[in-house]
Each structure stands twice: as C-alpha cells, then as structure tokens.
C-alpha cells in the first residue's frame, strides 16, 4: 500500500491533456503543477460564476484571478479566464433562492460541482481538446471493471466526496482529483517548496457568491421577509424572528431570546443552556426553538430524501450502510430504504442532530461514496 501523503505515480499511465480549474487557491494550484509533474499536458481555467458585486467589499474574484494567473506564470502554462456567471445564475443560483424562500436550507456547492465545474466547465474544456478535467477537491477516482467510484479524500478532516455525490459516470470518467491522496499540510509544503505565490494564502470559506460578507445581508437583497413569532416547544411565544427564510435547524446565534429560562427544559436543558432552532411552522409563519443541544426536537431517527443521483447510475439495494446529513459530520450508521413513491428513506442506529431538509444525505460504502438526495424531511421514530 502506498504511504498516505505520497503523491501517487503515473509514470506508466497515459498523458493526457488536462485542462485544470484554477480558483487561485493552492489546492488548484498544487493539482496543476502535479500533473505536469507527472507529464501530461495541462491548461488553465480560471471561472467566474459570480459578476453581481464586482465593486463589493467582499468580492475577491479579482485578486483570486490574479493569483490564479501569477500561478500559471510559475508553472508555465497558459490560463483562460471563462465567464459562467449567466448558467450560474439560471442552474445554482435560482435554485437556491427558491430553497430559502420555500423555508429550506440549500446546499449551493453540491449543485455547483453537477452544473458549473463539471458540466459547464467540462463542456468548455472538452472544446479545447481536454481529454480530462482536474479540480483541488480532496477526493479520488477509482475505475473498477469499467465503472468509476468515487472516493473519499485520504485527508479525513479535508475529504469533499460529500459535495462532489452528484456526479454521474460520464463525470467521473473525465474527472481527476491530484491532491485527494494528500493531506493539506503536504498541499502547502509542496507550494512552498516550487515556490507558488499562493502558499500561505487563507483558505476560502462559505457559500462562493457570498464570500465573508454576512449571510443575512445578502439574503435581504433577493428575498422577501415577514417577520413572525419565535415559540418553544409548549407554545410560549419567545421573540420575534426577521423571516424564516434567515434561519437554518440547529442555529444557535442570533435568535436575540437568551432572557427566556426553562428549569424544566429536557436533558441538555436548563436555567442557563442555549436556544436552538428546531422547526420551522410555514403555515403560521413561526420559528420554534428549544434549549439545550441535546434536545429531543433536534434529534431525528430517521429521513426521507428525494432527487435522488447515484454514482453509478442505480440506486443501492436496501440494507445497512453509512450516511452523512451534513459535511464534516462522522459516518453515521444507517438502514436503506425507499417509500412507495421511490424515494430514499434512511433508518440511523443513532438518531442525528439537525437534520435538515434542503441539505444532502450522502451514502457511502466504507471510503465510497455512492451518491445520496436531497432531505425532504426528517422523520419520528414511529415513522
């Protein structure tokens, strides 16, 4: 077995033409220069899929193109700057929107992968004559008897198989992920080492069309809001919430009610312990919250998902796996189903805090990831 941390030969494997998504982060960065390393010949494409704050504080498009350029400039290869703002738009963003407004909590990145970089971006790069596609995600492609799997990245605290779950086996078949054998600290000494100006250079956070700005600055610009009552579980009404639409399950800041005590909250509760939101009531317009992490109304046993995509183009047959309700989350131990309208149904040994409908549920099978939906709702334990 190779050493984690080493980069993976390819010495006897094809060369091919690679055109490489530079963000002008080092992740990308450091895939560039390890594909040329290993022979093949790689072009540069910087996207811009978002024009709406160009003049913004919190727009770093341009510095991120430049340090994508000064990039290609140390690696010696060329780089195009390609404008996907319009199929942003109509694909990711759109959708997003209508999300929030619907009371979800929307995962923008996982649809970006499917749509933007690989499929806009694919498109484009296969008109150039690439035979592949390479990104910085932290993540691996494996062929096995002609079907491609995806895998988790060998970094388990960078692993980004969870955004990438919608890729279909025409994606993955052009996909390559250089860094996935890697862990990040050897993604930065290998840019100090060559000399990338971005070595040093923070990683990006968020949602990429938002960037460091707060989040519900932005959303007032392109959702409307009617302000309404915050309650707890007993009906009491707690406070007044700016708009559903603000407010994701599980949030603990900015619910402005830390003056309401409950000495007989549920386990976790208590005099002092936070608030959380734990529901949203869309007919009466009417944020509930609950105190303590561990409450009850924050734990789900069970799921339903729908838009389904799976890896390799069938969905798994019922029986035990292993899911991730949201990123960065452990494995969690699970039981699959489907109801009688095709949708997935996921049965947890442990019930998981916060899930939330608009995000993914991914499955995986140990270090493959098999691809997962959209929660549509979580489920009692009766259910």
Same mark, same amino acid.
């Given at each position: ?38 022979? @093949? ?30 990039? &290609? ?126 070595? #040093? ?70 005099? @002092? ?6 529901? #949203? ?20 046993? &069970? ?74 709702? &979580? ?5």
């Amino acid at each position: 077995m190779r050493p984690f941390g080493t980069i993976p030969a390819m010495s006897s494997e094809k060369k091919h033409r690679v055109v490489v998504g530079l963000s002008g982060g080092v992740d990308s960065a450091v895939t560039a220069h390890l594909l040329k390393q290993q022979g @093949h010949e790689v072009i540069g494409i910087f996207m811009k899929n978002w024009e709406d704050d160009d003049n913004d504080e919190y727009c770093s498009t341009r510095q991120d193109f430049l340090d994508a350029a000064s990039v &290609a400039d140390v690696l010696g290869i060329e780089i195009e700057h390609v404008n996907f703002a319009a199929e942003y738009k109509d694909r990711v963003f759109e959708s997003f929107l209508r999300e929030y407004q619907a009371g979800r909590t929307p995962n923008p990145d996982v649809l970006c992968n499917a749509e933007i970089k690989f499929k806009a971006f694919l498109d484009h790069a296969m008109r150039l004559g690439a035979e592949k596609i390479a990104t910085g995600h932290y993540a691996r492609v494996r062929e096995v008897d002609g079907e491609f799997q995806l895998l988790k990245g060998l970094d388990p605290l960078k692993d980004q198989s969870y955004f990438l779950h919608r890729l279909s086996q025409a994606q993955m078949s052009k996909a390559m992920f250089p860094v996935g054998h890697l862990p990040k600290t050897e993604v930065r000494r290998i840019a100090a080492d060559i000399g990338l100006p971005n070595a #040093k250079k923070k990683d990006s956070t968020g949602i990429c069309f938002i960037g460091e700005r707060p989040f519900r600055e932005f959303l007032n610009k392109y959702l409307s809001h009617k302000p309404g009552p915050i309650k707890d579980e007993r009906g009491r009404t707690l406070g007044q919430h700016v708009g559903l639409s603000f407010y994701t399950l599980g949030q603990r800041q900015g619910l402005g009610i830390g003056g309401v005590k409950d000495k007989k909250a549920p386990r976790g509760g208590g005099e @002092h312990a936070p608030w959380f939101v734990a529901a #949203k009531d869309i007919p009466t317009n009417t944020l509930i919250a609950v105190q303590g992490h561990d409450h009850p109304l924050l734990q789900s046993p &069970a799921l339903l998902a729908d838009d389904l995509s799976w890896i390799a183009g069938r969905a798994p047959a019922p029986g035990p796996a292993a899911a991730k309700t949201r990123y960065r989350q452990a494995d969690a131990a699970c039981a699959v189903g489907y109801d009688d309208a095709g949708r997935l149904r996921l049965r947890f040994t442990e019930p998981q805090w916060a899930v939330t409908p608009g995000q993914s549920a991914v499955l995986y099978d140990g270090d493959v990831c098999l691809g997962g939906g959209v929660i549509a709702a &979580a489920l009692p334990a009766q259910a």
